[in-house]
C-alpha cells in the first residue's frame, strides 16, 4: 500500500503562486512514475504533469512555462510549484503513485483556489 499525503492548497489571487508539496509513505517513489493530476467542479480528471523516475518530465499544455513539477526522492516527496496562477486552474489537485508491479495511487487531494 502507497499513502499520499497533498498540502500546500488555499486561496491566491491571480497571477499568484503556489508551492504543492506531496508525501509518500508505503513504498519509496523512486521506483514510481509520480504525478499531479487535478478535477475542477463538474469536470473529469485530467493530468497536471508527471515526473518519470529518469527525472523525465510531461505537461499539460495549459500550465507549460507556469507550472513546475520535481521530485526529492530522499524525503520520498514530489513538489508542483504553480506560477501565474489563473481563475480556470481552480481545482482540487491529486498527487499521483504509478507502477507497473504496485499499481496505482492517490492522494485525498488539495484544494486551490484563484480568485481576486
Known amino acids: 500500500q502507497v499513502q499520499l499525503v497533498e498540502s500546500g492548497g488555499g486561496l491566491v489571487q491571480p497571477g499568484g503562486s503556489l508551492r504543492l508539496s506531496c508525501v509518500a509513505s508505503g513504498r519509496s517513489i523512486i521506483i514510481s512514475t509520480m504525478g499531479w493530476y487535478r478535477q475542477a467542479p463538474g469536470k473529469e480528471r485530467e493530468l497536471v504533469a508527471t515526473i518519470q523516475r529518469t527525472e523525465s518530465t510531461n505537461y499539460a499544455d495549459f500550465v507549460k512555462g507556469r507550472f513546475t513539477i520535481s521530485r526529492d526522492n530522499a524525503k520520498n516527496m514530489i513538489y508542483l510549484q504553480m506560477n501565474s496562477l489563473k481563475p480556470e486552474d481552480t481545482a482540487v489537485y491529486y498527487c499521483?503513485?504509478?507502477?507497473?508491479?504496485?499499481?496505482?495511487?492517490w492522494g485525498q487531494g488539495t484544494q486551490v483556489t484563484v480568485s481576486s
Open positions: 499521483n503513485f504509478q507502477n507497473i508491479i504496485y499499481g496505482n495511487y
